[in-house]
């Protein structure tokens, strides 16, 4: 099959921001080793975002299309408890569980949301699927209680507790129709105005006395990577080869996640562990191909897709 130029860069896109959030695990659970606070990358996350969330929003004027009620509620889904359940995570628990219970129970937590929510058709392919990724998610919570690592359910409940959020965004991001810009005043720019004035005088910092180049690489990437260049990617990826097809593409993540952590951290998951990843990432393409599927319109539904 030939591919147009807007179909590859689409493609290029997606495959680009896998590694933009398979690195940003890797990047976050190392920073958590040193003497930067939890606190301090929801800082940098939120402020230095903002540098350039800030020009675009007051030019675009998003509030004026988007109830008080809904920026409200944005705003807190992405807001500080979001971000320091899971920068907390990284705490306890390594790089791969970042990546498979954020990564791979999303797409199970947004389908059941968007069933009961927005009413949305479940297939039974996707409920084979889910049940592949939570089989897998509980083959890693044992995983780590074998390992080395100390309280990694802890770690693995933070990363669960930030996926909900992140799935109800999500699902009512749909809802509401919430555009780029109406993202970037919320989850940017008002959560800036919110948390640095605690962050500052009431939270404890950790960057003084951090090399630089620790800290320059924790600024950028918490600042500006993965929640401007990443969701800059994947709108892009979703536009020009489809949301399904982004999804399914994202299915990576956590099996790359997990390869980077064993590189460059020297994290390696136990037997269970890698077991999961098999489950795990077929699991998470059988919830999102039905959609792709539809969507390219390659086969017509079948008497087994029953409804639930």
Same mark, same amino acid.
């Given at each position: ?59 675009? #004027? ?50 059941? @949301? ?19 990724? @939570? ?24 990363f669960v507790t930030g996926a909900i959020f992140f799935s109800i965004y999500v699902v ?17 720019? @008002? ?48 536009? #020009? ?35 999961? @990843? ?15 599927? #539809?969507? #390219? ?12």
């Open positions: 099959m030939k591919l147009n130029n807007s179909y590859f860069l689409g493609l290029l896109a997606g495959i680009s921001v896998v590694f933009i959030w398979s690195f940003w695990l890797v990047v976050t659970r190392s920073g958590v080793g040193s003497t930067l606070t939890i606190y301090d990358f929801a800082a940098f996350r939120y402020g230095l975002s903002t540098i350039i969330a800030l020009p675009i929003v007051l030019y675009f #004027k998003p509030w004026r299309t988007i109830s008080l009620f809904r920026i409200c509620v944005v705003t807190f889904l992405l807001g500080p408890v979001y971000i320091l359940c899971v920068f907390s995570g990284f705490i306890y628990a390594p790089a791969a569980h970042g990546g498979i219970f954020m990564n791979a129970l999303m797409p199970v937590i947004t389908l059941f @949301l968007g069933f009961f929510l927005l009413k949305q058709r479940i297939y039974l392919q996707q409920v084979l699927g889910a049940a592949l990724i @939570l089989f897998g998610a509980f083959l890693v919570v044992f995983d780590g209680l074998n390992l080395s690592f100390s309280n990694t359910w802890v770690g693995d409940l933070l009512l991001s749909r809802l509401w129709n919430i555009t780029m810009t109406q993202l970037l005043l919320c989850g940017s720019v @008002l959560n800036a105005l919110l948390y640095l004035p605690i962050w500052w005088f009431l939270l404890p910092h950790g960057y003084v006395g951090v090399p630089q180049n620790i800290l320059a690489l924790q600024m950028i990437y918490q600042g500006f990577v993965p929640n401007l260049i990443g969701i800059f990617f994947i709108t892009y990826a979703s536009q #020009k080869i489809g949301s399904a097809s982004i999804s399914a593409i994202l299915s990576a993540v956590p099996p790359i996640g997990a390869i980077l952590g064993l590189i460059i951290l020297n994290e390696s998951l136990g037997l269970f562990g890698w077991i999961s @990843l098999f489950l795990i990432t077929p699991g998470i393409l059988a919830v999102v191909l039905k959609k792709l599927i #539809k969507e #390219k319109g390659l086969t017509p539904p079948k008497k087994e897709d029953v409804k639930l």
